[in-house]
């Protein structure tokens, strides 16, 4: 099989466990699938844990390969990840980083890594920032310029933690686009996404975690519902569909125990 | 042309025009050697400095005084100012930390132990010189030092913070045992001890240089080639590790490096202050971040810095040759406090 798959994934800090034995169902090139749930139900948790970022027990395999087995700069071909944000202070313009993220792992030969970066951000529309400071940009920008360092490996499989919270209406279209296009060519992208409406618009697929564990996982309108919104997240809610077919959530209010 | 050409055209000229200052510096360091080598208490005329140093006819204590005395401590000075800065350079990036040195792990500490063990104990290897003594075990303890620091980070495998503390426990129980030697120490070796660990060129030889420049010949490349994964560490350290960097290895030979640098110029020359601070804030400011260029021109910025201070050394006070640990801690200081003011300001 070429996707990815995550079996009895267990990571704790400490004695508190965050994660408890969470296999997820294979996942497809080809598919973006969204990691969603309520705070600290362990999504940025998971992703680190398939990035290699967060210790944890349990096997972790993309195409077969057990990604905890392999060199940092084997994976680093295989696995992309952007951060929900970029530390400050680097002191580094925006192609600099770009050009960084292509060479620090050492596969990249010194030529054409230029331009290979700056396709990549004129690909993700920030072209024109790339002489511009990185510790200057917007929080928004800041993202894409994340994004960018993510896929100019050309990773098969692409991590995205909260790729949308710091961008505007515009800048969440067309990344959610961007992935769609990267997943088409045969990527698997997983991302974590805090809004529902733009999972269910976006995704092929829903991974709700709760209480350590996974509590749904399918299509959007399988798990979207109503009853699975009270239980994890403790809204009152309709789950109702728009004109052209998509999913539109009503929250009412909270549920009656939660409050 | 593209507007994707037309800014790798302009990223490209700006990479020119660093290494251009890249070359300044270099020129810079050179010129600064020279007026070190003019400068001296003995006021030879600046054409018979030249004339002996290409070997032309001068009077012999002339020859004397430019080939044993006054080249050796000028390329001391760029050798140990190189060392220090790139040392401070490499420092400050793998401790994610701007205030981090060459001497902040206990490697300083660790040598004046060293140094206090042939000065005070007269502990020396048997098979070496006399003379040797005072350096080798200086040198010795400095690098048991950083085995010391790797094997007790690599117990309780930690980032930079663990790194950091395990330094400063080291630097306070070498300072104590140096206290503790002190106090035992005769006036004579107590006086030695303490003008060691000012810092002086004044005993600088041949051999001593020819250590030196190895060291550095020899730390210097590696740290070059990793100039990529340094840079990565720049946006931290889950960055660096997602784009293929082993951020631990690179940690830790990094660690290896400075503290080989760092050994080398504490057991030739004592205790350097700042240059291993400032050399690389002043690079920084020149060439900025992106390691290519940032660690070539942090280790030419210490090498002026160092140069400059060694002909102050000799000006300040007109006859007498002042300690050059002294004056890079004087001129330090102030450039120690405006960076942390800067700081401030941006903060």
């Known amino acids: 099989m070429s996707g990815l798959s995550v079996a009895s994934v267990t990571v704790a800090y400490g004695a508190r466990q965050v994660l408890s034995g969470l296999s997820l169902p294979d996942l497809s090139p080809g598919e973006v699938t969204v990691i969603a749930g309520p705070n600290a139900a362990g999504k940025s948790t998971l992703l680190r844990a398939i990035a290699q970022l967060a210790p944890y027990c349990g096997l972790i395999r993309l195409g077969g390969t057990d990604l905890a087995a392999i060199g940092a700069a084997q994976r680093s071909r295989l696995v992309g990840f952007m951060p929900q944000s970029l530390p400050g202070g680097a002191g580094l313009i925006v192609l600099e980083t770009v050009i960084a993220a292509l060479r620090a792992g050492g596969g990249a030969s010194p030529s054409g890594v230029e ?47 909260e790729p949308t919270s710091a961008l505007d209406l515009a800048r969440q279209v067309r990344l959610l686009a961007e992935l769609r296009r990267i997943a088409a060519e045969g990527r698997v992208v997983l991302a974590v996404l805090h809004d529902l409406t733009l999972a269910a618009r976006w995704a092929d697929r829903i991974a709700v975690l709760h209480g350590r564990r996974l509590h749904s996982f399918g299509a959007p309108s399988e798990v979207l519902t109503p009853a699975m919104l009270a239980e994890v997240y ?11 077919g998509d999913l539109m959530i009503q929250i009412d209010g909270e549920t009656a125990d939660a409050r | 042309m593209t507007s994707a050409e037309a800014t790798l055209t302009r990223y490209r000229s700006r990479n020119r025009r660093r290494a251009l200052l890249v070359a300044a510096l270099a020129v810079a360091a050179l010129l600064a050697a020279l007026v070190d080598l003019v400068t001296g208490p003995s006021g030879l005329p600046l054409a018979e400095t030249l004339r002996a140093l290409a070997g032309g006819e001068v009077a012999r204590g002339t020859a004397v005084i430019v080939w044993e005395v006054r080249l050796p401590v000028a390329l001391m000075a760029l050798l140990v100012g190189a060392a220090l800065a790139l040392a401070g350079a490499e420092m400050q990036t793998v401790l994610e930390n701007p205030l981090a040195e060459p001497f902040t792990l206990g490697v300083s500490a660790a040598a004046a132990l060293g140094a206090a063990t042939a000065i005070i104990l007269g502990l020396k290897l048997p098979f070496l010189p006399p003379e040797w003594s005072v350096s080798v075990n200086a040198f010795a303890f400095a690098l048991g030092a950083l085995g010391l620091l790797q094997l007790m980070s690599g117990l309780r495998g930690g980032g930079s913070e663990v790194v950091i503390l395990f330094g ?9 045992f140096v206290s503790l030697l002190q106090f035992i120490a005769s006036a004579d070796a107590l006086q030695q001890l303490v003008f060691w660990t000012m810092g002086s060129l004044a005993a600088v030889r041949w051999g001593g240089l020819l250590m030196m420049a190895l060291v550095l010949a020899a730390v210097a490349p590696f740290a070059f080639r990793a100039s990529w994964r340094l840079t990565a560490l720049r946006l931290g350290e889950e960055q660096a ?21 760092a050994a080398a110029a504490v057991s030739m020359v004592g205790v350097i202050g700042f240059v291993g601070l400032a050399g690389p804030h ?22 002026v810095l160092m140069s400059l201070a060694s002909v102050a050394s000799k000006l300040l006070v007109p006859g007498v040759l002042l300690p050059v640990g002294l004056v890079t801690s004087l001129i330090g200081l102030p450039v120690f406090f405006w960076l942390i003011l800067r700081g401030r300001r941006r903060g």
């Open chain 1, 115 to 161: 331009t290979t970066a700056m396709a990549v951000l004129e690909r993700l529309g920030i072209g024109a920032l790339a002489l511009e400071p990185l510790d200057q940009l917007s929080g928004g920008q800041r993202q894409m310029v994340g994004l960018a360092q993510a896929i100019v490996r050309d990773p098969r499989l692409l991590l995205l933690d």
């Open chain 2, 168 to 176: 400063i426990a080291l630097n306070f129980t070498a300072g104590a």
């Open chain 1, 234 to 244: 403790g809204v009152d809610a309709r789950v109702e569909r728009g004109s052209r």
């Open chain 2, 282 to 303: 002043m690079a920084r400011m020149v060439v900025g971040e992106e390691h290519r260029f940032f660690l070539p021109a942090s280790l030419l910025m210490g090498a």
């Open chain 2, 241 to 261: 590790r997602s784009f293929g960097v082993d951020v631990e290895r690179l940690r830790r030979w990094a660690l290896v490096r400075v503290s080989l640098l």
